[in-house]
């Protein structure tokens, strides 16, 4: 695992810091999505957080700073909800119950998958690569979901299958958030969910 990416502070208290930089991180979701990364800058995510420039700096050292606190709060929140929904009993239903789940927690943070993953290029090198292995975190859930339906019976898959089908899970998920300007004209989030299961349920031969 890839050795967290250390965000420097000049503020001590820890509860203040989880404040500060949790208004930080949605003030930053906002503008990022609405101009860009590069044409957000610090004194805007400051306005909009509802405090001053040099405030924002007690908190931050750089602009990619907050990029990288967006990015890893995400991950953190899905990865939280995801962690609550392991395939206990290693069945289709499981897997099923975990795909659905999954694709609430899009729905409820699209806006902020967009901007992680349309911005995410501009992080420094150290603190992309630890970004990127959260997101292979998130995979290995759906993983071992499916080597639990495969050490239940109920999946015939080769490894390399395993793996694909994995990967697949976790991004035809996000296709919700990426296309929802085409999607939502013409399906609810049940309507997708349930055609995207049948789909991918079909791949593996079931």
Sequence with gaps: MEKKHEVKTSVKDE??????????????VTLFKEK?????????IAKE????????YEYIRTKEDVLYLVCDSIYNE????LSQITAQNGTIEDLKTAIRHYYRVIDDMQD?????????????????EYVLNKELEMINIFRKILVD???????????????LYAHTLVVQ????AFRRWALRKEYTLEQFTELQIEFVLNGMGK
């Excluded at 990364?37 to 805007?44: D, G, I, L, N, V």
């Excluded at 998958?113 to 150290?126: A, D, I, N, R, T």
């Excluded at 109920?154 to 395993?162: F, G, H, M, V, Y």
């Design 173 to 176: 998920g996000q296709m919700w």
């Design 15 to 28: 509860n203040l810091i989880e404040k500060r930089r949790h208004q930080m991180i949605r003030a930053a």
């Design 78 to 81: 899905v990865h939280d909800k």
């Design 112 to 128: 902020e998958f967009v901007v992680m993953y349309q911005e995410s290029k501009s992080l420094p090198k150290g603190a992309l």
């Design 36 to 44: 860009g990364f590069h044409r957000a800058t610090t004194r805007e």
């Design 49 to 56: 957080a509802g405090f001053s420039i040099g405030t924002l």
């Design 149 to 163: 339906c495969i050490q239940n019976g109920e999946l015939e898959l080769t490894e390399a299958q395993l793996n």
